[in-house]
Nanobody
Framework: QVQLVESGGGLVQVGGSLRLSCAAS????????MGWFRQAPGKEREFVAA????????YYGDSVQGRFTISRDNAKNTMHLQMNSLKPEDTAVYYC?????????????????WGQGTQVTVSS
């Protein structure tokens, strides 16, 4: 079982950029599907992006397609989310998630390991 810790959140102005990181423990990081989810006040947790164990396939939610880039470095047991052209609606707590289960990459139920979250606030 991996343990996950997010970092890199903060306050950024509209149109700015931010890079989130997720540090994972464990010997089997490269076998895990990794994902980013976010949750804003009054909204359900939303799929943001996912990446396969070897980094060969990436998935994005419609709301972030073209603006965010997910990546991973298996040698360092880390995953990243590069966020560009940030909008106020990107404001949320961002969560790192991992799974070895077979299932939909965009569904919360697929993931069984979660970080504690990092706050991202976008303002003018």
């Amino acid at each position: 079982q991996v343990q996950l810790v997010e970092s890199g959140g903060g306050l950024v102005q509209v149109g700015g950029s931010l890079r989130l990181s997720c540090a994972a423990s464990g010997r089997t990081f490269n076998t895990h599907l990794m994902g980013w989810f976010r949750q804003a006040p009054g909204k359900e947790r939303e799929f943001v992006a996912a990446i396969t164990g070897n980094g060969g396939t990436r998935y994005y939610g419609d709301s972030v397609q073209g603006r965010f880039t997910i990546s991973r470095d298996n040698a360092k047991n880390t995953m990243h989310l590069q966020m560009n052209s940030l909008k106020p609606e990107d404001t949320a707590v961002y969560y790192c998630a991992a799974t070895q289960r077979v299932g939909s990459y965009s569904q919360i139920s697929t993931y069984n390991r979660w970080g504690q979250g990092t706050q991202v606030t976008v303002s003018s």
